[in-house]
T-cell receptor, first 112, second 114 residues
Framework: RKEVEQDPGPFNVPEGATVAFNCTYS??????FFWYRQDCRKEPKLLMS???SGNEDGRFTAQLNRASQYISLLIRDSKLSDSATYLC?????????????FGTGTRLTIIP | EAQVTQNPRYLITVTGKKLTVTCSQN?????MSWYRQDPGLGLRQIYY???????DKGDVPEGYKVSRKEKRNFPLILESPSPNQTSLYFC?????????????FGPGTRLTVL
């Protein structure tokens, strides 16, 4: 089983719709969780951290479910500019060293 | 402007010809790392550095070398490139050597080894 798994998509969603995707992780000792956004042929950039109690940043909501070992990202009122690949990132403990593991990404296209 | 820079951005080379990809950050960050990104495999860490003169292997270090002689620079060296090193490479840095800090990525270097 992969350490971090995401549905690769693509998700094609009409503008204004709400879209959500999940990411599962295999190591229950994982401590920190993030969503990064990567535009086509560009570098990843931090979208938001994911906190235990869930957190919102404008139209974006991130949630963590430790019992089922997944994190989710919800985008409300989607814009054309939301088209990108969304990377789930998990900070795994690794024999005393921390390790960041990236999912392969979920590709989202917002359709006018 | 706070940034991570990489050079070159694009490189086509031949098998066995040594090359260096430079990475520099102007944010006085302690932690720097190199990743490669391949379709279906995501970002995989090659090497990382917790601070000057401190480097360690990531998940896929074979065929690569790094050095950290100055805090701002973290070059990636391919002594004898092979076609399986064709990939998109990203350098990243963060303020502290703890992975809860935001990772700032360079613009990427697209390498093709023929």
């Amino acid at each position: 089983r992969k350490e971090v798994e995401q549905d690769p998509g693509p998700f094609n969603v009409p503008e204004g719709a709400t879209v959500a995707f999940n990411c599962t992780y295999s190591n229950s000792a994982s401590q920190s969780f993030f969503w990064y956004r990567q535009d086509c042929r560009k570098e990843p950039k931090l979208l938001m951290s994911v906190y235990s109690s869930g957190n919102e940043d404008g139209r974006f909501t991130a949630q963590l479910n430790r019992a089922s070992q997944y994190i989710s990202l919800l985008i409300r009122d989607s814009k054309l500019s939301d088209s990108a690949t969304y990377l789930c990132v998990v900070n795994l403990p690794n024999f005393g060293n921390e390790k960041l593991t990236f999912g392969t990404g979920t590709r989202l296209t917002i359709i006018p | 402007e706070a940034q991570v820079t990489q050079n070159p951005r694009y490189l086509i080379t031949v098998t066995g010809k040594k090359l260096t990809v430079t990475c520099s950050q102007n944010m006085n960050h302690e932690y720097m790392s190199w990743y490669r990104q391949d379709p279906g495999l995501g970002l995989r860490q090659i090497y990382y550095s917790m601070n000057v003169e401190v480097t360690d292997k990531g998940d896929v270090p074979e065929g690569y070398k790094v050095s950290r002689k100055e805090k701002r620079n973290f070059p990636l060296i391919l002594e004898s490139p092979s076609p399986n090193q064709t990939s998109l490479y990203f350098c990243a840095s963060s303020r502290r050597a703890t992975l809860t800090d935001t990772q700032y990525f360079g613009p990427g270097t697209r390498l093709t080894v023929l």
